[in-house]
Each structure stands twice: as C-alpha cells, then as structure tokens.
C-alpha cells in the first residue's frame, strides 16, 4: 500500500524529496527546512510544559519519575499522531503503571521487606523490575500502552511510594494530554 502513488506518509522518507547537501547530510532532517516553525513550535511546547510541570511539582529528586514523565512530552509532543500519545494512552499508562508501582511499593514496606532492601540493593532492583514487567503486561491487556509510563512503575518501587508522587504523575499526564488536544490542529509529526 506504500507503494501507492499519491500516498503521502511524512514519517517516512521519500526519494523525490531532495536530501540535505553539504556539511554532514545525514545530520539534519530532510524536513527541517520545509518544517521549521513546527519543530520549534511543538519542542518548546514540551520544554515550556515541562517547566510548569517541574516547578510545581518540585520532585526533581526522584528522577525515575521525571524522566518517565519527560518521556512522555517527547511522544506527545513530537510525535502527536501516534496512538502513544493519546490521552488514554498518556494518562492511562501512567496510571496503570502507578498502580502496579504502588501495589509493589507497598508491599514491601508493610511486610517488613524494606529492611531487606536496605541491606541489599539486588532485592530493590528485581523488585522495580517486575514492577515494570507487570506494569507493561496490565499497559497491553487494558490497552493503556505508553512505553515512557515504565519510569512510572520503576520509580515508584525504588523511591517508595507516596500520594504526593501520584498525584504528580497523574496531574502532569493530564497537563500534557490537555495540551495536546487544545493544539493538537497545529502540531505535526516530526519523526
């Protein structure tokens, strides 16, 4: 079906449309000049969420989180047509994620396993790990998939969990979810 005359699909490169020249071709993206204003437009859009996001969160400290997060406006922000970046995908990833996280989270600090995970960094690490692997199990089975959402779960089992970092993880999804749907008409792909 690519192969159709007339089929326009901007993610991938068509031979007609002349390559870059001169200094390092392959550096620069074969659109740039024609797409300019949006790379801008839509990579400050992320930059300017995310500083809202991380001033009033002021949760730099628990990095998991905040990269998963950050991950989460690259998708919606350069890649706005994929399904990764709706709003149930954003938003319900990250919830899931959290859940499992917390579930996890928790279960090591009421059974008196957090002693253990204080004395060995391997229990903390199979622990996160699991975290991630059920959370992107429960992510597919409800169809909530958002891949930047594994810093979720793995956040929550290394840092431990506490509503003032769900609260953060939900409300900054949501932001970014709110955001893309109000501009969602001018933004494109840039991939």
């Known amino acids: 079906m690519s192969g159709k005359r007339g089929l326009h699909l901007p993610h991938i490169p068509h031979p007609h449309i002349p390559k870059p020249h001169g200094f390092m071709p392959h550096v620069l993206d074969q659109y740039i000049h024609s797409k300019w204003a949006h790379y801008v437009f839509q990579c400050g859009l992320a930059a300017v969420s995310l ?4 001033l009033v969160g002021d949760t730099v400290f628990k990095t998991a989180i905040v ?16 399904v990764a970046a709706t709003p149930r ?14 579930v996890i989270s928790l279960s090591i600090q009421s059974t008196g ?26 992510m597919v089975v409800t169809n909530t998939e958002h891949p930047p959402a594994a810093g979720t779960s793995l956040g929550l089992v ?3 969990f506490d509503w003032t970092s769900m609260v953060f993880i939900l409300l ?8 893309r749907v109000a501009l969602r008409p001018k933004m494109i792909n840039l991939l």
């Open 51 to 54: 500083i809202f996001i991380l």
């Open 67 to 82: 990269v998963g997060i950050a991950s989460s406006a690259f998708t919606v922000f350069v890649i706005p047509d994929s």
């Open 89 to 102: 995908k954003v938003i319900g990833g990250h919830f899931v994620a959290g859940i499992v996280g917390a």
């Open 113 to 138: 396993l957090n002693s253990l995970a204080e004395e060995t960094r391997y229990f903390i690490d199979i622990a996160a790990a699991l975290s991630v692997g059920i959370g992107i199990f429960v």
């Open 158 to 160: 290394f840092y431990g």
């Open 172 to 179: 900054s999804a949501l932001l970014l979810s709110l955001v």
